[in-house]
């Protein structure tokens, strides 16, 4: 729920602004609350489908429910407040008085369907309360970071589409990792990239019935052959998710072109699998009931990673400029067998556990020879490259190499020392532009989460901690965070909110503020 207090000469107001859980219908419910003297307000409802382009046919019975419909679409507004039709606009005027509360509910549904009965907007203020209080109410106290934790469990509750489980990576489509410029994702999709964090999220708090839904989300969408399974879906398993630009919007700020849809669905991520097969070892180890499907992993999606992990892929980032052997994609490739050997290890059969165990330490000792360059000291993004990428901060987070590593310590200083800006983490080198941003990216958040993972592994927890209050400053006023963050211009970048950020938030303060935390629990699988 979202309060705003207006102050004017009259008077003083307030309007409550909530969507209500659970009821059946997807609704908006507007309280307007008069606190002192009078205020005058202005309505100006502005309805467009079809992402702006299609204007509806617009209604108003002798009860003032005002319906808007065009095609398959319609809202209804219901209020107490009549509006007149004005340059395909819907407009009114109206005063809240001290005491007064006007109410207005806004009801989207099928336009062959009859309107859906809507809760009273009194009644619903109230049940949204209580939902959200006992939600937030079963958070366990987390040393010194309670409210961000609890901010960040809601957003991803709110995040979440309640009959499938899938948790949406950003509610937004086409926001710029650069603004004017061209990387303008549609991320309103579910990402498997996603998985473990997001279950040792809400299961080291102990939100159960939420990592059982998102698990049973996971468990649906990867259902098929092993060479069909997607880096991300659709709320509900949806495979086919068309890019296409829509070219009669202006953009962010002039940022073009927007797009919906997400090409990168069809790409081809190796690190998917091990995401995959982790995510369900942390599951069992943390008490949910086995899934009748996890023989999927071992039975059909390793014998196919057995050939494909040889191969190169578009990798973490989503490249669109080619494939190439990613480190971290052979990283979590070698996770995909290290965690079904255990699985298999766990469920007595002892020859899966051999087959998957040799394979991870041929993929080990394969990164281990490709992938480090003694001249920089460090590992590198890409087989025989030369450039640094925040994504290797996963090889000491997932047990790849231990932290006390010489290679790994020597990683980290090197990400420390040539992505750092203002104290947050770039994902990547690439060429600087003349603030010193990488083709005027920003900072990606996730990255300085992942960072301080990696120092607490280190013993490095002030070096940690610092990191963590600076990522905490990125927060808007209620606490949110976008994908990026740029230092220079002390802006948000990138769709917002952001589940990423969000569960490297929850997963850092988790590590902070406990003996052993999400890193050093998911590190020591292996």
């Given at each position: 729920m979202c309060e705003t207090e207006f102050s004017v000469g009259s008077g003083e107001a307030a309007i409550f602004d909530f969507m209500p859980p659970r009821d059946g219908s997807s609704n908006i419910v507007r309280?307007?609350?008069?606190?002192?003297?009078?205020?005058?307000?202005?309505?100006?409802?502005?309805?467009?489908?079809?992402?702006?382009?299609?204007?509806?046919?617009?209604?108003?019975?002798?009860?003032?429910?005002?319906?808007?419909?065009?095609?398959?679409?319609?809202?209804?507004?219901?209020?107490?407040?009549e509006l007149t039709g004005e340059d395909l606009h819907s407009k009114a005027k109206f005063v809240v008085s001290e005491g007064q509360r006007i109410a207005f509910t806004l009801t989207r549904s099928p336009s062959h369907l009859p309107v859906p009965i809507t809760q009273d907007p009194e009644a619903a203020l109230q049940h949204t309360i209580f939902f959200w209080q006992e939600f937030v109410g079963r958070?366990?106290?987390?040393?010194?970071?309670?409210?961000?934790?609890?901010?960040?469990?809601?957003?991803?509750?709110?995040?979440?589409?309640?009959?499938?489980?899938?948790?949406?990576?950003?509610?937004?489509?086409?926001?710029?990792?650069?603004?004017?410029?061209p990387r303008n994702w549609d991320y309103r999709y579910c990402w498997l990239r996603d998985a473990t964090m997001t279950l040792m999220a809400f299961m080291t708090l102990g939100y159960f019935?939420?990592?059982?839904?998102?698990?049973?989300?996971?468990?649906?969408?990867?259902?098929?052959?092993?060479?069909?399974?997607?880096?991300?879906?659709?709320?509900?398993?949806?495979?086919?998710?068309?890019?296409?630009?829509l070219d009669w919007l202006s953009?962010?700020?002039?940022?073009?072109?927007?797009?919906?849809?997400?090409?990168?669905?069809?790409?081809?991520?190796?690190?998917?699998?091990?995401?995959?097969?982790?995510?369900l070892v942390q599951a069992r180890k943390h008490g949910l009931p086995p899934h009748p499907r996890t023989e999927f992993i071992g039975q059909v999606l390793l014998p196919y990673l057995e050939k494909a992990w040889r191969e190169p892929d578009e990798g973490i980032w989503e490249v669109r400029?080619?494939?190439?052997?990613?480190?971290?994609?052979?990283?979590?490739?070698?996770?995909?067998?290290?965690?079904?050997?255990?699985?298999?290890?766990?469920?007595?059969?002892?020859?899966s556990a051999t087959r998957w165990r040799l394979i991870a330490d041929e993929i080990h000792a394969d990164v281990c020879k490709n992938a480090y360059d003694d001249e920089l000291g460090s590992f590198v993004q890409s087989y025989g490259s030369k450039t640094l990428d925040a994504s290797l901060l996963q090889i000491p987070l997932v047990g790849f190499l231990p932290a006390?590593?010489?290679?790994?310590?020597?990683?980290?200083e090197a990400i420390e020392a040539r992505l750092m800006r203002d104290g947050l983490l770039l994902r990547y080198e690439t060429e600087a532009t003349d603030d010193g941003l990488p083709s005027g990216?920003?900072?990606?958040?996730?990255?300085?989460?992942?960072?301080?993972?990696?120092?607490?592994?280190?013993?490095?927890d002030a070096d940690a901690s610092k990191i963590f209050t600076r990522l905490c400053e990125c927060t808007n006023d209620v606490g949110l965070l976008s994908e990026e963050y740029d230092p220079v211009a002390g802006r948000m970048l990138g769709n917002f909110p952001q589940a990423f950020s969000h569960l490297g938030l929850i997963a850092t303060a988790m590590n902070l503020s406990r003996v052993e935390g999400p890193a050093e629990e998911r590190s020591a699988e292996a």
């Open positions: 309280i307007v609350e008069g606190r002192k003297g009078s205020v005058e307000f202005e309505i100006d409802l502005v309805i467009r489908f079809d992402y702006g382009r299609s204007v509806p046919w617009v209604s108003q019975d002798e009860t003032g429910k005002l319906t808007a419909v065009a095609g398959p679409h319609r809202l209804t507004l219901e209020g107490p407040i958070c366990p106290p987390v040393n010194g970071y309670n409210e961000i934790v609890k901010r960040s469990l809601i957003t991803l509750k709110a995040m979440t589409y309640m009959p499938t489980g899938g948790i949406v990576a950003a509610i937004t489509t086409s926001l710029p990792e650069k603004i004017g410029g019935e939420e990592a059982a839904a998102w698990r049973e989300w996971l468990m649906r969408a990867v259902a098929g052959t092993p060479e069909q399974m997607q880096i991300m879906y659709g709320v509900a398993g949806e495979r086919s998710l068309p890019e296409c630009e953009g962010y700020e002039g940022s073009l072109p927007v797009r919906i849809g997400n090409a990168a669905a069809d790409q081809f991520q190796l690190d998917v699998y091990g995401e995959v097969a982790d995510a400029g080619g494939r190439d052997h990613f480190t971290h994609s052979k990283v979590m490739a070698w996770v995909a067998f290290d965690r079904t050997a255990k699985l298999a290890d766990d469920a007595g059969d002892v020859s006390d590593d010489a290679k790994v310590a020597s990683t980290v990216e920003g900072a990606f958040l996730i990255c300085s989460f992942w960072l301080c993972g990696a120092l607490i592994l280190l013993g490095r």
